[in-house]
């Protein structure tokens, strides 16, 4: 089958709204966030700190999100196959963005209105409970692209 400018424009939206969530959930988690907490020598201002960079992120991540999942669902339906094992992979990404999205809206409204509010004593489990969201998401990105590869292998196969 000819690939098409459109689907190659489309899959290119699709991976970089993947890979900028993805190195964004990597660098705040492992290098942003350990940095932060050893600059500021009191937890409170690492805190407002925290929670100034997150301000007006969860926009920008919907957004993110909402691209991949949509330029998926075009390219599902431009590169379909019909095997068997290629479906399934696709099966399997697509639960992979429905879980990220319901992950992701219990991460903006429900963990982080417990962490703005979280006293000084609760800054220890809050921190341990983030990073175990952050590197869950992190599997979930990393899950998706080695399944998106994987269909495309099995498309080129079949």
């Known amino acids: 089958m000819p690939v098409s400018i459109l689907d190659e424009c489309v899959s290119a939206i699709h991976h970089l709204s993947a890979a900028a969530w ?14 932060a907490r050893r600059f500021f020598d009191d937890g409170a201002k690492y805190e407002r700190f925290s929670l100034e960079l997150a301000h007006g992120m969860r926009f920008v991540v919907m957004v993110a999100l909402a691209t991949c999942g949509l330029t998926g669902f075009f390219l599902i339906g431009s590169k379909w196959n019909s095997s068997d094992a290629w479906v399934i992979a696709i099966l399997g990404k697509t639960g992979l963005w ?8 219990y991460i903006s409204w429900v963990f982080w209105p417990r962490r703005v509010f979280a006293v000084r004593s609760e ?3 809050v921190h341990r409970q983030g990073l175990i969201l952050t590197v869950t998401m992190i599997a979930i990105a990393a899950s998706g692209f080695l399944l998106g590869q994987t269909a495309r292998a099995l498309r080129e196969m079949g």
Do not use: E, H, M, N
């Open 98 to 105: 429905i879980v990220a999205c319901a992950l992701f809206a």
């Open 123 to 125: 800054w220890p489990r």
């Open 22 to 35: 993805f190195g964004a959930l990597v660098y705040r988690a492992f290098f942003l966030d350990p940095k």
